[in-house]
C-alpha cells in the first residue's frame, strides 16, 4: 500500500514538473516574440545593460515604464524609442528594433551607430526618424521608400555619401528633411520634388552639385525653410521667384549668379546669399509687388557682385536686425541712415560698399547695435560718438577719418570683443593700451600723443628737452627705489615679528577680529566679519571637517600676495594648504552678487554635486561678510592660455593656478611627468583637451537640470590636472552675481564673446569653438598676426580661420608646431568644426552633444593604435 501510494505521489510530480516546465517554455517562447524582448535585447547588443543603466530601463519592470520607451493607450505595443547619447556602439543588430511593427518615433541621435539591420525597413509606421550625430559611413540605402508614412527625418552630421536614392518619390508624407553635414556629392535627385509636403528643407554642408531639379521652386507649397548652404549647386536667382510661402531661405557657398531681383517674394524673414555670384540693381528688389520688406529680419547679401545703391531701400525695413551687405560692387553712395526705420538693428556689415563722405550723426542712435563694419570704405571727417552700451564688434579701419577717437569709445574699447581703426588718420590719445593692441587695432601707433594712426604718417618728433627728461626720469626711479626698499624692509620685520608671536603662542586659542581688508595688485577686497573663528567653511566631501574663514587665513597667511595667483574677471585667485596638506586655490567673488547668503549658498551647494572628469571640482565655500569664496581643487599643470603661448606658470595675465614648474619624475599612476607645455606640441593631446572641454559643455548643457550655461568660456578657463586631464572651470559662477543678463562681469571675454552677445548656450558653444581653433593654430583670439596672400590681415582669429576655411585653404592655418605630429586631414577638420562653433548666428552652431560627436569622427589614434 505504501508503494503504490507513493508510486502514485511520484507520477503526480512528474505530471506537475512537466506541466510547469512547459508552461515556463511557452512564456519564454511568447517572451521571445515581445516587443520587450525586442527593446531589451536590443540594449543588451548595442552595449547597454540593465545593472549600469537602470535609469534606461530597468528588466524587474515592465517595458512601457522604461524611460526611454513610450507605449500605445492599451500598453501592449511600443509606438516610441526615444535613446539619444546613451553610447550606443555599432550596427543596429537584427531582430531587435525592426521588429517593432507599431514603432512610429524612432530617436537614436548622439550615438556611435554604423549601420542599418536588414529588417529596418519593415518599420512601416515610423513617422519621426532620427539619427543624426551618428558613424553612418553608407550610401543611403534605397529601401528608405517603404517608409510610406515618414514626417520628419533626419540624418544630419554623419557621413552618409553618394546619392539620394530616387525612392525619396515614396516619401509623400515627408514634412521635414535634415541632411546636413555630411558627404552626399551627387546632383539633388527629381524624386524629392514629389514630396509636396514638405515644410523644411536642409541640405547644407555636403558635396551636391549641378542645378536643382526641374520644378523645385514649385513642387512645395508648404515649404517654409530651404537651407542649401555650403554646396556647389548652381542656378539663378529665378529658380525661387515662386517660393511664396518661403520665410528662410539660406543658399550661401554656392554658385548662384543671376539678379537678386527675383528671389525676393512672399513673407521672408531670413535671406543669407552670400558667397555666391549675384548681381545686378538692389534698387530694383523694391519694385517687386509681392515683396513686404516690413518682414525681413536678417539680411546677408555679402561677397557677390551685387551693384546699385541700397540706402533708398532701407526705409521700409522695420523689423530687421541683421543686415550684412559687404564685398559688393555698389556705386559711390554717402552714408546715410533712416534711423527711425532700423531701431531694431544689432547687427550691420558695410565693408567694402563704396560709402563716402561722413559717417551718419544718426547712427548713434541704433542703441541695439552690437556690431558694426564700415572698414574698407571711402568715409571721412571725425567720428560720431559711439557710446552706447551693447556695441562689441566696430571696426572702421581703411578709411580717411580724422580727428580724436572720442574718450567716451576709448573707454568702452576695453569691454568690446574686438575693435580695429588702423589706416585711418585719426589721434590716439590714451596710454592704456598693450603694445599687441596698438599693433593689431591701431597700426603704427605707440603711447605718444598725439600720433597719426595711419603708419605713413608715423614720425616720431624729437622732444628739444630730451636730456632734461631722461635725468628727471633717473632721479624719480631712484627716489622710488629707496622708498621700495625701505618698505620691503619694514614689511619683512613685521612678518618677523608676527611668526615670532605666534610660534610663542600657538598653543593657545586667539580669537581673531574683523572686518578684514586685503589688498591685490589692482584692487582691494574686505571680508566684512567679525569673529574670523566663527565664520564657517563648508566642505562638502568632508561635513565634519570644522574650517572656519581663520583656517583660510592661516592657509593663505593672511592672503598674502605672495599667495595670489591670478586676478580674473570674477576676483582675486589664492593658493593655500588647509589641515592635512590638502590643496587648495581659493577663489574671492569680491564683486557682490545680489543673492542673499541663503540663495548664495543653495547656488554653491548645488555646484558642488556637479561631478565630472572633465569639470574643475568644487571643493566647498565661506560666505565672509558680502564675499563668496569658492574652495576648488588645485589644478597642477596651470591653464591652457599660458601653456599655448608659453608662458611662465607664474604669470598672472590671467588665471593660472599653479605656479609650480614640472620635474622629470614618473607619478605613482606611472604617467611621466615631462611637461604639459611639452605635450602641447602634439595633435594628439591638443585634441584630447578640445575632446574634453567639449565633454565639460556639454554634461553642463545636456546632463544638468537644469542646463548650466558657462558664460566665460575661454582658454584661461581650461585647467590640466597632475594626470595631464582637461578641467573647465568656473562653471555656475556667473549666476552668483545676480539675475540681470547685463552685468558686465557675467559677459564672455573680449575675443570669446559672440556677436550676438546673447546668454544661451550657443554663446558657450561659440567660446568653445575659438579654442578649439586656438589650439590648432596655436593663435590668440585678438591681437596676434593673421597672414594672407594678399598682405590683408584679418582683425581677429575667428575671422581668419572662417576666410581660410570658405576658401578651403584651412590647412595654411595650422600650427607648425603640430602640422607633423598627426594627420592634417583631422587638423582641417578640426577647422571646420570650429568654423560650424563660431557662427554669426546662434541657430547656426551645433549642440555640444553635436560637438563631441564630431570631434570623436577625428579623434587621433593613440600609439597602441598604430600598427
Not at 515627408?174 to 555630411?182: E, G, I, M, P
Not at 576655411?805 to 577638420?829: L, Y
Given at each position: ?417 574686438r575693435f580695429n581703426f588702423s589706416y585711418n588718420n585719426l589721434t590716439l590719445c590714451d596710454s592704456e593700451f598693450s603694445l599687441e593692441t596698438l599693433r593689431s587695432a591701431f597700426i603704427g601707433c605707440s603711447n605718444s600723443c598725439p600720433i597719426a594712426a595711419n603708419p605713413t604718417l608715423f614720425k616720431r618728433k624729437t ?19 629707496l622708498v621700495a626698499l625701505l618698505l620691503c624692509a619694514f614689511g619683512c620685520r613685521r612678518k618677523t615679528r608676527m611668526w615670532d608671536v605666534k610660534q610663542e603662542s600657538c598653543n593657545e586659542e586667539h580669537t581673531i577680529s574683523g572686518p578684514f581688508s586685503f589688498k591685490t595688485d589692482s584692487t582691494t577686497w574686505v ?80 555646484l558642488g554635486r556637479i561631478k565630472h572628469p572633465n569639470l574643475v571640482p568644487l571643493m566647498g565655500y565661506c560666505l565672509a561678510g558680502e564675499q563668496r569664496i569658492a574652495i576648488y581643487d588645485y589644478m597642477e599643470n596651470g591653464n591652457l592660455h599660458n601653456l599655448l603661448y608659453d608662458l611662465p606658470l607664474g604669470v ?216
Amino acid at each position: 500500500m505504501g508503494f503504490a501510494l507513493f508510486g502514485t505521489i511520484f507520477i503526480l510530480s512528474s505530471l506537475f514538473l512537466k506541466s510547469t516546465l512547459g508552461q515556463q517554455q511557452e512564456q519564454q517562447q511568447s517572451m521571445a516574440n515581445t516587443d520587450e524582448f525586442f527593446i531589451s535585447h536590443f540594449f543588451e547588443k548595442m552595449g547597454i545593460n540593465s545593472s549600469s543603466s537602470s535609469h534606461v530601463y530597468n528588466l524587474s519592470s515592465s517595458v512601457c515604464s522604461w524611460e526611454s520607451v513610450f507605449c500605445d493607450a492599451k500598453q501592449e505595443n511600443v509606438i516610441g524609442l526615444i535613446a539619444p547619447n546613451l553610447g550606443l556602439t555599432g550596427p543596429i543588430p537584427d531582430n531587435t528594433i525592426g521588429k517593432l511593427k507599431k514603432l512610429q518615433h524612432l530617436d537614436l541621435s548622439t550615438n556611435q551607430i554604423t549601420d542599418f539591420p536588414s529588417d529596418f525597413w519593415s518599420l512601416v509606421s515610423i513617422k519621426t526618424l532620427n539619427l543624426s550625430n551618428n558613424k553612418f559611413s553608407i550610401n543611403l540605402p534605397s529601401n528608405i521608400g517603404n517608409f510610406g508614412l515618414l514626417e520628419r527625418l533626419d540624418l544630419s552630421f554623419n557621413n552618409f555619401s553618394g546619392s539620394l536614392p530616387d525612392s525619396f518619390t515614396s516619401l509623400a508624407s515627408l514634412q521635414v528633411v535634415n541632411l546636413n553635414r555630411n558627404q552626399f556629392d551627387s546632383i539633388i535627385p527629381l524624386g524629392i520634388t514629389s514630396c509636396h509636403s514638405l515644410i523644411s528643407i536642409d541640405l547644407s554642408c555636403n558635396s551636391f552639385h549641378g542645378s536643382l531639379p526641374h520644378g523645385f521652386d514649385t513642387a512645395f507649397p508648404k515649404l517654409k525653410s530651404l537651407n542649401l548652404a555650403g554646396n556647389g549647386i548652381k542656378g539663378r536667382g529665378s529658380d525661387f521667384s515662386k517660393m511664396v510661402s518661403i520665410t528662410y531661405l539660406n543658399i550661401s557657398n554656392n554658385l548662384f549668379k543671376g539678379s537678386v531681383v527675383e528671389i525676393f517674394q512672399g513673407p521672408l524673414e531670413v535671406v543669407d546669399l552670400s558667397s555666391n555670384q549675384f548681381e545686378g540693381h538692389i534698387s530694383k528688389v523694391n519694385f517687386s509687388s509681392t515683396f513686404d520688406w516690413s518682414h525681413l529680419v536678417h539680411l546677408d547679401l555679402s561677397d557677390n557682385q551685387i551693384s546699385g545703391q541700397f540706402f533708398s531701400d532701407l526705409n521700409q525695413t522695420h523689423n530687421l536686425k541683421h543686415l550684412n551687405l559687404a564685398n559688393n560692387r555698389f556705386s559711390k553712395q554717402t552714408f546715410i541712415l533712416h534711423i527711425h526705420e532700423l531701431h531694431g538693428l544689432e547687427y550691420l556689415n558695410l565693408s567694402k560698399t563704396n560709402l563716402i563722405g561722413r559717417i551718419a550723426d544718426g547712427i548713434t542712435m541704433l542703441t541695439r547695435l552690437k556690431t558694426l563694419d564700415l572698414s574698407n570704405n571711402h568715409l571721412a571727417g571725425k567720428l560720431p560718438v559711439l557710446s552706447f552700451k551693447t556695441l562689441q564688434n566696430l571696426d572702421l579701419s581703411n578709411n580717411n577719418l580724422t580727428g580724436d577717437i572720442p574718450m567716451s569709445l576709448l573707454q568702452k574699447l576695453p569691454w568690446m570683443e574686438r575693435f580695429n581703426f588702423s589706416y585711418n588718420n585719426l589721434t590716439l590719445c590714451d596710454s592704456e593700451f598693450s603694445l599687441e593692441t596698438l599693433r593689431s587695432a591701431f597700426i603704427g601707433c605707440s603711447n605718444s600723443c598725439p600720433i597719426a594712426a595711419n603708419p605713413t604718417l608715423f614720425k616720431r618728433k624729437t622732444h628739444r628737452h630730451r636730456g632734461l627728461e631722461l635725468a628727471l626720469a633717473l632721479a624719480i626711479t631712484l627716489v622710488c627705489l629707496l622708498v621700495a626698499l625701505l618698505l620691503c624692509a619694514f614689511g619683512c620685520r613685521r612678518k618677523t615679528r608676527m611668526w615670532d608671536v605666534k610660534q610663542e603662542s600657538c598653543n593657545e586659542e586667539h580669537t581673531i577680529s574683523g572686518p578684514f581688508s586685503f589688498k591685490t595688485d589692482s584692487t582691494t577686497w574686505v571680508a566684512d566679519v567679525k569673529v574670523a573663528s566663527l565664520v564657517p567653511v563648508v566642505i562638502f566631501e568632508k561635513p565634519l571637517l570644522n574650517f572656519t574663514f581663520s583656517d583660510l587665513l592661516s592657509a593663505t597667511s593672511n592672503f598674502d600676495r605672495d599667495t595670489l595667483l591670478a586676478e580674473g574677471r570674477f576676483g582675486p585667485v589664492y593658493r593655500g594648504f588647509l589641515a592635512g596638506g590638502v590643496h587648495v586655490a581659493i577663489k574671492v567673488l569680491v564683486h557682490g552678487s545680489t543673492m542673499t547668503d541663503h540663495e548664495a549658498a543653495t547656488e554653491l551647494e548645488h555646484l558642488g554635486r556637479i561631478k565630472h572628469p572633465n569639470l574643475v571640482p568644487l571643493m566647498g565655500y565661506c560666505l565672509a561678510g558680502e564675499q563668496r569664496i569658492a574652495i576648488y581643487d588645485y589644478m597642477e599643470n596651470g591653464n591652457l592660455h599660458n601653456l599655448l603661448y608659453d608662458l611662465p606658470l607664474g604669470v598672472q595675465v590671467t588665471e593660472d593656478w599653479s605656479t609650480d614648474t614640472w620635474e622629470e619624475e614618473a607619478n605613482e599612476n606611472g604617467i611621466q611627468n615631462v611637461g604639459s607645455e611639452v605635450l602641447l606640441i602634439t595633435w594628439q593631446f591638443r585634441h584630447k583637451i578640445a575632446l574634453g572641454t567639449a565633454r565639460a559643455l556639454a554634461f553642463l548643457h545636456h546632463g544638468c537640470s537644469p542646463p548650466i550655461i558657462h558664460r566665460d568660456v575661454k582658454a584661461s578657463s581650461v585647467y590640466l590636472d597632475y594626470n595631464l586631464e582637461p578641467r573647465l572651470s568656473d562653471f555656475g559662477l556667473a549666476k552668483i552675481f545676480g539675475n540681470s543678463v547685463d552685468d558686465e562681469t557675467t559677459r564672455g571675454c573680449p575675443g570669446y564673446a559672440p556677436p550676438d552677445d546673447t546668454i544661451t548656450p550657443k554663446s558657450d558653444v561659440y567660446g568653445f569653438g575659438v579654442i578649439l581653433l586656438e589650439l590648432i593654430t596655436g593663435k590668440k583670439p585678438v591681437g596676434d598676426e593673421y597672414p594672407d596672400d594678399d598682405n590683408s590681415k584679418a582683425p581677429n582669429l575667428v575671422s581668419w580661420v572662417r576666410g581660410l576655411v570658405r576658401m578651403n585653404r584651412g590647412s595654411r592655418a595650422i600650427d607648425p608646431k603640430i602640422r607633423t605630429t598627426g594627420d592634417e586631414g583631422q587638423m582641417v577638420e578640426g577647422l571646420k568644426i570650429g568654423y560650424l562653433c563660431t557662427a554669426d548666428l546662434p541657430a547656426k552652431r551645433p549642440s555640444m552633444q553635436q560637438v563631441v560627436g564630431l570631434l570623436k569622427d577625428i579623434e587621433p589614434l593613440r600609439a597602441s593604435e598604430e600598427i
